[in-house]
């Protein structure tokens, strides 16, 4: 499964979400909970990081069983709000285009 997720930085908390961000996946991975798929990162006019990646089937439930992956989101917690793709001004737009993030 596929998923879209867009994190807004909390105030003065930018270069630690996107320290979190190039952690996110490569965690997952080293516990088998996402694809080999590569995963994406942008970012929108107002700081939102947006990030893809793969779950391989069923890792979602295993993912909020891990204690590993609870400190990690945690840490998001601290760093952004989650919020839907929606609140993006990109997202009206027909092609929405977004700042490429190296990962």
């Known amino acids: 499964m596929t998923v879209i997720v867009a994190y807004r930085p909390k105030p003065g908390r930018e270069a630690e979400l996107e320290a979190l961000v190039r952690e996110h996946v ?3 991975r080293t516990l088998g909970l996402v694809t080999e798929r590569p995963a994406q990162a942008m970012r929108a006019k107002d700081g939102t990081i947006v990030e893809i990646f793969e779950w391989q089937d069923g890792a979602i439930e295993a993912a ?3 204690s590993r992956v609870a400190e990690l989101w945690e840490r998001f917690g601290n760093a952004c709000d989650y919020v839907p793709l929606r609140e993006l001004p990109e997202a009206e737009a027909m092609f929405a285009q977004f700042e490429s993030m190296a990962l």
């Open 64 to 66: 909020h069983n891990s």
């Open 26 to 28: 490569p965690c997952l």
